[in-house]
């Protein structure tokens, strides 16, 4: 660690969503929060009594979608057997002066990702990666074509029980719901700005920075050199199509967020060939973060354009990306209560260390 980043104490702004910023605090002696749990390592790859399990499929509520649709299945779709939306449509009767409620209307499935019980993304073939994401892709658009009710697909996952995954067995899940959630509205709505602005998206001026290799800052008045910056250090893994960055402002102090290098608001569009290469953008980063910080118990979530009747068009301003938040340590009242996440490691240093691995 060198001098400078042994004590960095400042507060950065997200510039996609300002209201989420973090904290960064590297100083020495700056007491690092409880660690989260590592998910103790088991490769198993059959448990005769896990419902995700081939074998089990009597387990589980009925099969929506499997790949390959006959014979042996390699990725399956359920319905949640305790959804957190549904389609039961009971009045919630609390309307009342500032207690608006909407309807918990909308699917819940889970994917279960692979046969193998205890495999991590990681440890997957790219082409299973990539029928992984054509999954995704496909569900996501019935979903928004079967129900016009339906504003937000949200597909995500959780790794490890803090991370909130009660089943052992590699799965993620997908929710479709009647709103927009707030931290997408957000994202949607700041790029927006910056695109009447700027005319160029946000999050493509982002991934311009990252490649730019330097970028010397100097005094306006003075004309002498105020700041240097390797921008390029925010690079973790490239593609031909995707690259994998570190958010200058994480909120995770090993977050990563994977996005296409050419502009893309919604993640439907992709095609098959681009989802091969997310596969393998994906696998390496998973396997970076996995030497580095290995056992994380993790989240990612995949945030794309609501659908043309959701909103306003966002198509020219927004762009999809994948956000990887290991859950490393647990959050304080601090950060719970102020929004203000904090980071005792640089996000600079984070990214060197993850670049660093040899895969
Ligand atoms: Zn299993
Ligand atoms: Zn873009
Ligand atoms: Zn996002």
């Known amino acids: 660690m060198s001098e400078k980043d042994s004590n960095v104490r400042e507060i950065r702004i997200n510039p996609v969503s300002p209201s989420e910023s973090v904290l960064v605090a590297t100083a020495r002696g700056m007491r690092p929060r409880t660690a989260e749990k590592r998910v103790a390592e088991v490769p198993v790859d059959h448990v005769a009594k896990c419902p995700f399990c081939k074998g089990n499929e009597d387990k589980t509520p009925p099969t929506i979608m499997a790949r390959p649709s006959e014979g042996d299945w390699k990725i399956r779709i359920v319905e949640n057997l305790y959804p957190v939306l549904g389609d039961d449509r009971r009045d919630t009767g609390i309307n009342f002066g500032l207690q608006q409620a909407i309807e918990g209307y909308g ?26 994401f054509q999954t995704y892709r496909q569900r996501m658009q019935e979903l928004y074509a079967n129900d016009k009710r339906i504003r937000y697909v949200l597909i995500f996952k959780n790794f490890g029980e803090a991370a ?26 700041h790029s927006r700005n910056y ?50 960055i570190k958010p200058f402002a994480s909120r995770y102090e090993w977050e990563v967020h994977i996005l296409p290098l050419k502009h893309e608001s919604d993640f439907i569009s992709t095609s098959d ?16 973060l996995d030497r580095v910080i290995g056992g994380a118990q993790y989240n990612f979530f995949l945030h794309s354009q609501p659908h043309a009747d959701a909103g306003e068009d966002c198509s020219a301003s927004y762009h999809w990306h994948l956000e990887i938040c290991p859950r490393t340590s647990i959050p304080t009242g601090f950060e719970l209560g102020s929004g203000l996440f904090v980071s005792t490691i640089s996000p600079e240093d984070a990214a060197q260390r993850l670049r660093d691995v040899k895969l």
């Open 164 to 189: 909130g995954a009660s089943i052992k067995h590699t799965h993620s899940q997908i929710i479709a719901m009647p709103v927009i959630p707030e931290n997408v509205y957000n994202e949607i709505h």
């Open 107 to 132: 699917r819940h499935e889970v994917i279960i990702d692979h046969k193998s019980h205890g495999i991590r993304m990681h440890e997957m073939d790219v082409s299973h990666l990539q029928m992984l």
């Open 273 to 288: 060939e681009d989802l091969e290469d997310l596969g393998m953008v994906l696998k390496n980063t998973m396997a970076r």
């Open 195 to 244: 695109y009447e602005k700027h005319h160029q998206c946000i999050f493509c001026t982002l991934i311009d920075e990252a490649l730019t290799f330097e970028a010397t800052i100097y005094d306006r008045e003075s004309g002498k050199i105020r700041r240097k910056i390797d921008v390029g250090q925010y690079v973790i893994e490239r593609g031909k199509k995707f690259i994998a």
